[in-house]
């Protein structure tokens, strides 16, 4: 709990800090990737999780043939997996520039050296 609360205070004095050093429009701009890039994360869907969850049991009983099952699964859902965020990356990319369209370039604003 206590680096939970160590953690909120420290964002909230650093992204004051971040506005008033950096401006809105960048910190705008890299809270708007920082989102998209969360989006894509989710794409995993906690199959991680529920492959640690299959796994317990054959780790337990030295099950070699059920872990390799288990395993091979898993490189597979994974591989189809990397394939949708790589598409969705794809897709998103092409709608980068019309997403940030309204943000002004880091060099015209007048950002002061940190």
């Known amino acids: 709990?206590?680096?939970?609360?160590?953690v909120l205070v420290t964002t909230f004095f650093s992204r004051k800090i971040f506005l008033e050093k950096l401006g809105a429009d960048f910190v705008g701009m890299t809270s708007t990737l920082s989102n998209l890039l969360e989006l894509l994360n989710l794409a995993e869907l906690g199959?991680?999780?529920?492959?640690?969850?299959?796994l317990y049991k054959p780790l337990v009983g030295s099950n070699r043939g059920q872990i390799n099952e288990i395993i091979s699964v898993l490189g597979y859902v994974y591989r189809k997996i990397g394939l949708v965020i790589i598409a969705g990356a794809i897709i998103l990319a092409c709608f980068l520039p019309w997403i940030l369209?309204?943000?002004?370039?880091?060099?015209?604003?007048?950002?002061s050296p940190i």
């Open 47 to 54: 199959v991680g999780s529920a492959v640690g969850y299959m």
């Open 101 to 111: 369209k309204n943000v002004r370039s880091i060099t015209d604003s007048s950002i």
């Open 1 to 6: 709990m206590l680096f939970y609360f160590l």
